[in-house]
Every structure is written in structure tokens, then in C-alpha cells.
């Protein structure tokens, strides 16, 4: 997994068993016993879940420590992260449970297909019709700086 510094890359369909698992990519993995955490989200208006490591996590409270923002607002912004965030693992099979109130805010329903979506530093999952509402309108953003 990206704790070697692997990108994750790609995206393709998934199904979510009737207990709300997945089978996560091999490649996609962490090492045994690494916790990931699940991070609640939107992109385009539309929910959807982010996979993050631990490296991931703290990259992102890094940001805010980095940031000119005054201290009450990184103290929020810290928080609203760690409330928005739910710690996973992986079980032996490779999957991924997510839990109900999570599967519900990303409009994720059991025994349904999904998108798991890399994101170069982490991956996400997506409810299938709103990734490729998502996908359509990133393809027809602008691309600056020429790299798709």
C-alpha cells in the first residue's frame, strides 16, 4: 500500500456484500495490523468516503499546523477532521466493512456496486452513479497544466 510511497492509481466497479464489506486491491493494502481511517466527504456536492492511512491522516493535520490560520481555527479544523474520520481495518479476507452510518451518508447500499477511486495518496469509494456524475464533471474542468 502507499506506505512505500505507491501511488494508488486507477479506478474500477466493486461490490459491497449484504454486510457492507468490500474486497479491497491487493495492492491497495496495508500492512498487517496498519489502521486506516475512513473519512466522510464530498467532491461536486456529492458524498463519498476517503481511505487514509495513518501517513495520510497526519499529512493532513500537518497542513493545518503549516497553514497561517490563527490557533482556534486549527483547533476546529483538527476536530472537525477526527470527528469525520472513522478508524477500519482490514479483516484476513482483504475486505473492508464499512460501517452502516458511514454506507449511508455516502449513499452506499449492501449488496451494490461501488467505485474505489485512487487518488494518488489515498483512495475513495464511491456510490457508482454519483462517480460517474463526478467523473464527468472533472472531465470537463479545465486541465492548466496539461497533464490529462
Avoid at 456529492?46 to 499546523?65: C, F, H, N, S, W
Avoid at 482556534?72 to 452510518?101: F, H, W, Y
Wanted: charged share 30%; proline share 6%; with cysteine.
Amino acid at each position: 500500500m502507499s506506505t512505500t510511497g505507491q501511488p494508488y492509481l486507477g479506478f474500477k466497479p466493486y461490490a459491497v456484500d449484504p454486510k457492507y464489506r468490500f474486497a479491497v486491491p491487493p495492492a491497495w493494502r496495508p500492512a498487517s495490523g496498519e489502521v486506516l481511517y475512513l473519512l466522510y466527504s464530498r467532491t461536486h456536492e456529492m458524498p463519498m468516503l476517503k481511505v487514509l492511512t495513518q501517513a495520510g491522516y497526519d499529512e493532513r493535520v500537518g497542513i493545518v499546523d503549516r497553514s497561517d490560520k490563527d490557533e482556534a481555527t486549527k483547533r476546529r479544523l483538527k476536530g472537525s477532521l477526527a470527528m469525520l474520520c472513522r478508524e477500519v481495518s482490514i479483516n484476513e479476507q482483504g475486505k473492508l466493512l464499512i460501517p452502516k452510518d458511514l454506507s449511508e451518508k455516502a449513499e452506499i447500499k449492501p449488496d451494490s456496486e461501488i467505485m474505489l477511486v485512487g487518488r494518488h495518496g489515498h483512495f475513495e469509494v464511491w456510490n457508482r452513479l454519483h462517480f460517474e456524475r463526478s467523473q464527468e464533471l472533472e472531465m470537463n474542468q479545465q486541465d492548466e497544466l496539461g497533464i490529462l
